[in-house]
């Protein structure tokens, strides 16, 4: 009896130890009643929701079945799935149509499965297409997965052309719509395709109307690609361009060879008048020519202008003032010439300024600015004309900063930047005004000093205060050559012990606050973007640096 007894308590202690050997079982049902049994271990390790609900002491957690009426039989089909693919130490997933990715998805991202989310998030961007694209952003938009809805747009902006007559094109929201046609980098051939397409998505809908002034006034017709404008004429002086949106994928490939062989010879008739210190400045499909010195020591008030539509020379009115090393900036259509050297034996400068209407191919004089200067810079902000350092007679650089109100025709004194700067760039986004690079003189001891200034500002107009923001890589001055679009201002330097340009890019919209964007496309709050590259994930530097070889930017 004695032995029974001994192995009757063996065998239950056996039961014991594979009863607890044997992994927990949790019972997950859907809104359509389906049942699918998961391991609880795996749930737990797994599921952010499932292990708030555990460490909350809710009943819920301990019992064996858990009722999800948000998710579907589908949806828990793929959580089923997905858990016995990891418990089984699996890494394959098969093939899965968008349907299932979908489904996944909604499962992942209720029950918080991080993983899960990842791996379908990668399947479902895998399946886009020009006939998913509509359809995933429709999801994306729907669950706030803020790094799909980026990736769905760059696959509409790179394949623009040959999706724009599609239907599914016109199932964009009014805020995709806007950020469609205001975007700087969109494949198309002109502009009027974008026209096209506001009135066949407004004409879908009638409650869309509403949108129809305010999409056509943000098309970025003058940055389009130049193959549809006007052939230009046979010359003899080209000027090399590209369309900024093959530019901009030149510079985003980082090859590591000569990235811009589809800049075009755009012929041109005339002689380009390159006189040192003169200023360029572009407006409506036209560059604009001014100023600077010729034959050796005499400052003109010649303007020459190239329509880029026509490729015609032209010679508009000619400034009130001799000038160089001046600002030359548009506001409003209007051209403005600001400051700037008028004699150069003598070595004086102006206060002086003025504004040019092309309509009326007129110049006219306005307040002076309360300094003399030469090699400052400036911007356009809110329908006010902003301009920031510069080099007085006194060899030395300042930091004084003026905003200029054409309502009033005043000049007013504004905080100045933190390092006094000449040479630099100065361009607006939103409302804020940044100011990069540029040099620094300085007379210390009798002796002249000129160092690099390797840093960017940026001033709040509403707050009306300068905040450091980054570190530049590679010294920069000479506002001209730079370009803003998409947020990112794009600095040329020319190394001249090299021979090519280095260009450097700056993100400047991380700087923008984000809770004053007008699109709530820029709100979402999932991000699955992968920063691997630290100059544009880091909080302090982001500019990437390309070396690229000798080219004339006009």
Known sequence: MEDKGVELNKNCKMEKDNAVDKPAKMVLISNEGGRYEVDVDLLLQFSDYFQALANSGMRDANFKELTLECLSD?????????????QSNEDHFGARNLCCVEKGLEGSLYLQIQSMTDKYLNNLLGLLNESTYARILQFANKFDLFGAIERVFEFIFDNLKCII????????????MIRLVESELVNVDCELNIFDLIVRWTAADESRRQYAEQM??????????????????NGEHPFSSISIYNFVKSLTNKPTKFPFEDFKDTKIRGLLPLFEGHSICTVNNRIYFAGGIYEGDAVTKRVRMFNGITSKWSRPSSMNVARAFFYFGEMGGHLYAVAGMTVLRDVTFTQTAERYI?????????????????????TACNGLLYVSGGYKENEISVNLVYMYNPACNQWFEKAPMLTARQDHVMTALGDKIFVVGGNCFATENGLDTVESAMDAEMFDCTTEQWTSVLTLKQSFWTAQHSILFNGSLLCFALDWLNHYYIIQKIN???????????????????????ATDTEESCGVEHAVVYAVYPVVFS
């Not at 589908?74 to 990891?86: G, K, T």
């Not at 599609?166 to 009014?174: D, F, K, N, V």
């Not at 006219?364 to 309360?370: N, S």
């Open 165 to 176: 007559s599609t239907s599914e094109i016109l199932s964009l929201s009014p805020d995709g």
């Open 74 to 86: 589908a949806c828990l089909q793929e959580v089923e799935h997905f858990l016995s693919n990891v």
């Open 358 to 378: 092309p309509g009326k191919n007129r110049w006219y004089t306005i307040a002076p600015l309360p300094v003399a200067v030469i090699s400052l810079s400036g």
């Open 216 to 233: 056509f006034s943000k098309v970025r017709y003058n940055l389009m690609a130049v193959s549809e404008k006007k052939k230009a004429s």
């Open 508 to 530: 400047l919209k991380k700087y923008l606050d984000i809770n004053k964007s007008s699109s709530n496309e820029h709100k979402k709050k999932y991000d699955i973007t992968n």
